[in-house]
């Protein structure tokens, strides 16, 4: 089975690549699986009903969220009735929507879907390590092909859940900061891992905004209104294979588009 992992969507000009190019891209990854972080899809904050069902429509089939998730408040009333469209499972307990999503895809073969989020340097969510443990233990025994989503700000917090999860997930994918790096690999019991898949969207930019309104926030300090950037779009995320009968990687590798 092989998974496409699309990093951190980024309003108008990371939606539009999605939908140009996802037919594409999904045949070339030979992908069974799309998957993609869209906390950041509406305008750089958050992700509204109609956004959410157009990545839908292009082709995703499961949409994580993160620290941005809540930023448009029509999403309250429409995440409870799509278990598609997850939120960070160590929310606390009474806030809408689920962290958790079991799929099967059109082959046949069932799969979980896991998102979590960061406290280092982020809000101070439940534990997303004793998270972990608790919506892995829903999991079906018979699902043996489990992703997991970290949304987080440390690169130590995202690297600590990969070793704690190796050998119990197939992968652990990082997400948030936006910047893709370079420490793909198979971790020894057999999941994939890579600390930050990277963004899709402008990369003419500061992590997706404009960058001349970015720079002056770090000259003056003062607040300021970001906008989404326009030049430069750019995919970035990761490809996984994995042996459905087992839930172990057997290799994953980065994906920039155009590269």
Avoid at 115 to 138: H, I, K, S, W
Avoid at 151 to 174: C, F, N, P
Avoid at 204 to 212: C, F, K, L, N
Avoid at 236 to 241: A, K, L, Y
């Amino acid at each position: 089975m092989r998974i496409l992992f699309i990093g951190d969507i980024v309003g108008s000009p990371g939606r539009e690549l999605v939908f140009k190019n996802l037919t594409r891209l999904r045949a070339d990854a030979r992908a069974d699986l799309v998957i993609a972080n869209g906390e950041n899809a509406a305008a750089g904050f958050g992700i509204t009903p109609k956004i959410a069902g157009e990545l839908f429509a292009a082709g995703i089939e499961v949409i994580t969220g993160g620290n941005h998730s809540w930023d448009r408040k029509e999403i309250l009333d429409y995440i409870p009735h799509e278990p598609r469209l997850l939120r960070p499972a160590n929310f606390p307990a009474g806030v809408p929507g689920r962290g958790l999503y079991l799929g099967v895809t059109e082959s046949g073969v069932h799969y979980a879907v896991l998102n979590l989020q960061g406290r280092v340097f982020m809000a101070q969510l439940d534990c997303p390590f004793a998270t972990a443990n608790r919506e892995l233990a829903l999991i079906p025994p018979d699902v043996k092909v489990v992703l997991v989503d970290m949304h987080a700000e440390a690169t130590s917090e995202k690297q600590a859940m990969g070793w704690y999860l190796d050998g119990r997930v197939s992968a652990v994918i990082g997400t948030h900061t936006h910047v893709a790096t370079a420490d793909e690999r198979v971790l020894p019991n057999g999941t994939a891992f890579i600390t930050d898949a990277g963004m899709t969207g402008p990369h003419e930019s500061v992590i997706g905004m404009d960058r001349q309104a970015m720079i002056k926030r770090f000259l003056d300090g003062l607040p300021a209104k970001f906008e989404v950037a326009p030049g430069d779009p750019r995919l970035n995320g990761v490809v996984i294979e994995v042996d459905d009968s087992t839930g172990r990687a057997r290799g994953i590798s980065r994906l920039r588009f155009p590269a």
